[in-house]
């Protein structure tokens, strides 16, 4: 159980275009996803918090029109990168908090496979 | 305020030698605490974790982690590694948010 679905695992954009990463929860409903970023040979560093119907929330100085996140249902969250440039390329990885089954399962969060996202 | 601390950026670590990486915590409460394997290219593996309990904890591929409060410790241990375990190890508090440690790169030398 708690699958993550990332999609797409690897994507190639030009400079100035807009590429959107869908975050699915396949066998549960996650009120609440996360969405992270990965310099090479770095952490993961916390982007945002995506609540099902509501504004994501952005941590200090991610741009929140630069990277737009969408979580209109409970199973989805995507997050766009809009107006690419080299400097987004990176990899992202999203997660997702299962709300049922006890607080293993609300902070025992499952991570996506990633996407590793390429501007040239 | 919360954080994770791996103070080994790398190690290197003979085929069949014992393992072990060191990560600290700081935070207030009792502690929820992972640890991640990340294939270069890859997303993350839970390798496993600790809420409550046993201190000891098994995890898959060998993976075992001792928590200990007194030292605000969760160092990862295995007594042989292959060659296979080459990857990055995150370790992790969870919450609300999760925080990640900066990593450990394990090399595997034959």
């Known amino acids: 159980g708690a699958v993550v679905s990332q999609h797409p695992s690897r994507v190639i954009c030009k400079s100035g275009t807009s590429v959107k990463i869908e975050c699915r929860s396949l066998?549960?409903?996650?009120?609440?996803m996360f969405w992270y970023r990965q310099f090479p040979k770095q952490s993961l560093m916390l982007m945002a918090t995506?609540?099902?119907?509501?504004?994501?929330?952005?941590e200090q100085g991610v741009e929140k029109d630069k990277f737009l996140i969408n979580h209109a249902s409970l199973t989805l969250s995507t997050l766009t990168v809009t107006s690419a440039h080299p400097e987004d390329s990176s990899f992202y990885i999203c997660?997702?908090?299962?709300?049922?089954?006890?607080?293993?399962?609300?902070?025992?969060?499952?991570f996506g496979s990633g996407t590793r996202l390429t501007v040239v | 305020a919360q954080s994770v601390t791996q103070p080994d950026i790398h190690i290197t670590v003979s085929e069949g030698a014992s393992l072990e990486l060191r990560c600290n915590y700081s935070?207030?409460?009792?502690?929820?605490l992972f640890w991640y394997v990340q294939s270069p290219g890859q997303g993350l593996q839970l390798l496993l974790k600790?809420?409550?309990?046993?201190?000891l904890v098994q995890g898959i591929k060998g993976f075992e982690a001792e928590f200990k409060r007194s030292q605000s410790s969760f160092n990862l241990r295995k007594p042989s590694v292959h060659w296979s375990d080459a990857a990055e190890y995150f370790c992790?508090?969870?919450?609300?948010?999760?925080?990640f440690g900066a990593g450990t790169r394990l090399f595997v030398k034959a």
């Open positions: 600790y809420f409550s309990g046993d201190t």
């Open positions: 997660s997702a908090r299962d709300p049922s089954g006890g607080y293993e399962r609300m902070y025992g969060y499952t």
């Open positions: 935070y207030g409460a009792t502690p929820y």
């Open positions: 992790a508090l969870g919450g609300f948010k999760t925080i």
């Open positions: 066998d549960f409903q996650a009120t609440t």
């Open positions: 995506s609540n099902e119907g509501s504004k994501a929330t952005y």
